[in-house]
């Protein structure tokens, strides 16, 4: 699936983003399936906002976005969780997991969402490799931020995609874990021919990016 | 999809509004009992009416005439339209005339050895409304005798009356049959005398019935006057009992056996009761839906951040709506199942104690409290759809957030 970006504005930055040097806002920048994008930005010039406006859940901007050839906006409904269950998956700066669930269920409940793409024993082999095997059956309410980043990144890989997104996803862990993070979505991302666009504050050599844009 | 809905069971929790869900529900199976036995007992009645193992052959058909005031005597005829009005209403299903003999007729004993005589009077009536299906119910100017139905109330009266007070003999309805009597019809030109015969005995009209072919012809060669209106009529209904029917006799000033209409005074107040309990039915049932549909939208509402994350996360409205449809209607459908076994057990019990009463009721519910429950369940399956669809709405909106 491609992805245009074109000429989009968010409408609460409208009035203060920078009009020079921006690769993404106000201009046409397209996104082939495959690549590795990097956007690069100090906070508040609006990484979570693109995130959102790419998931579809903000809608406060001006410009269009076009998924291959159908404008963003015209899906809806059915063919928008559609779209989430097979195409875009995301991991969350805020990681939005339901506290009452356990870790497992929380990963399930991705896994469970469309026509299963792994077996359900694969949730413990991502969470070995992860290091987060023995908190699987806690409540996520009752996790660490960084067991929580890490069942947020296994969820995300539990479905179909041709597109992952992903906002800040290892702000709450340590280099260690983030390099064995960042080898698993590689690897996963490898195994589905899928691309991602991943936010980020600083520099950094988790992946070897396609390209890395500057918000 | 079974794994989903675990998952969406544990994330749409509904603890809050339990006892809400539980007053609901009580609520419903209560109205539900009550519209079911409702349809049951109006099913009942017209099962006692209409069924040929209830049917009461007397009180379907009913001899009406005038009511004699002392402003109509001499005046009692029926006219044609107050007939045809007659046969126009929808409970009436035909209209017989009696026609009266207008001949001087006696009968007397053809021998001395059991003497009797009286004078007497004829009336005839259409074949399909005589009880007696004799196969001499006919007559032409050869036959041997003429064939005459008595009212049974004839012989109870010979036999317990008459036959005590004049040292006779009691006689049995067949002794009575194989009697042949003269009869003795007095015309301008003098006496004819025929046989006659008792072929049956009949509960449904209260005089001697001889075939219609006898009497046009006497009326005919015998008659004193030609073209008078008939004053009886017998009717033939499918509920003597009807209220209807029995205040259109009294609101046209005509009478009948009132033995045979006292059953509408039942019916008005099986009326009543079986309305009573289905209005009750509909009313607690629109607030048992009522109470239903806000314990839906207490449901979403609770839980209404969780469903924008499941939106958010790429669960489909239609899963959702899936869910809480499976959530919510196999409870209702459970009620609707054992009210439905309520009114069916209610029904086995009132067969049971009925019969060893001499009425037959059918021991299963009706068909037609089946077509019942099965409204019921479409309109509680109607109401859960809208309600769920509408108070999604807000979230689904929004697409996650």
Redesign the interface.
Known sequence: MKILLDHIIPTPLKDRFSQNGSAIWNTSVQFTQGEYIKIKAPSGTGKTTLVHILYQIRHDYEGKIVLDDRPATAITGDALALLRQKQVSIIFQDLRLFPQLTARENIELKRVMQQPFYESSVIHEMAAELGIEKILDQEAGLCSYGEQQRIAIIRSLMQPFEWLIMDEPFSHLDIENTKKAAALIARECRKRDAGFIITDLDEDSHFTYSRQLHL | ?H??NV?LK??IRSGTGRSRYMMAMTGLSFAIILMLTAVQLQADYRDLLYSKNNRDSVANFLVINKTITDQNLGATGLTESEIKDLQNQAYVESVGLLTPSRFKASIQSASDRFPFYTDIAFESVPKEFIDITAKDWTWNENAMFIPIIAPNMFLDFYNFQFSFSQNLPQLTQQVVKMIVFKVNVYGPKGMVTFNGRVVGFSDRISSLLVPEEFMNWGNTIFGKKQDLKPSRVIIKTRDAGNPQLTAYLKGKNLSTDADKTRFSKYRRVVDIVVSISGVTGIILFSFALLVFTLFIQLTVASSRE?IR?L?????????LRGFLFLRFLPGTLVIILLSFCMVGIIQFLLYTQLTNQGIFLSRLPDITTVLAALLIAGVIWMVTGFSIKKCMKEP?EL???
């Open positions: 999809m794994g989903l998952l544990k994330i969780d994350l939106i958010t996360l790429g669960t489909s409205p239609s899963q689904l697409r996650g957030a």
